[in-house]
Nanobody, 117 residues
Framework: QVQLVESGGGLVQAGGSLRLSCAAS????????MGWYRQAPGKQRELVAS???????NYADSVKGRFTISRDNAKSMVYLQMNALKPEDTAVYYC???????????WGQGTQVTVSA
């Protein structure tokens, strides 16, 4: 019984910022490892960032220093703050949850992020 719903995508100029949100409906959210994936046409799916229940964060090299993942356990929300956006950041971004078996098996519907030059 897991539902993930993303919001906040849109069109932004290069150098601009967007904040993505993910509302999670899941038991014991505070103990769940959450992440953001993205997939662009012609490219493989990429894990952009992840965060543990305690707030430990990991980032793909391509977004280090520009993106920040965070969470609000009281609200069962996960966020992705994206700054200094580049055209190559254009992709569909997905909120995801890692199961106890180690698989990223639960996904939101995705939200489109388009960065214009």
């Amino acid at each position: 019984q897991v539902q993930l719903v993303e919001s906040g995508g849109g069109l932004v100029q290069a150098g601009g910022s967007l904040r993505l949100s993910c509302a999670a409906s899941v038991n014991i959210f505070s103990q769940k490892i959450m992440g953001w994936y993205r997939q662009a046409p012609g490219k493989q799916r990429e894990l952009v960032a992840s965060i543990t229940g305690g707030g430990n964060q990991n980032y793909a090299d391509s977004v280090k220093g520009r993106f920040t993942i965070s969470r609000d356990n009281a609200k069962s929300m996960v966020y992705l703050q994206m700054n200094a956006l580049k055209p190559e950041d254009t992709a569909v971004y997905y909120c995801a949850l890692r199961t106890v078996f180690g698989s990223w098996s639960y996904w939101g519907q995705g939200t489109q992020v388009t960065v214009s030059a």
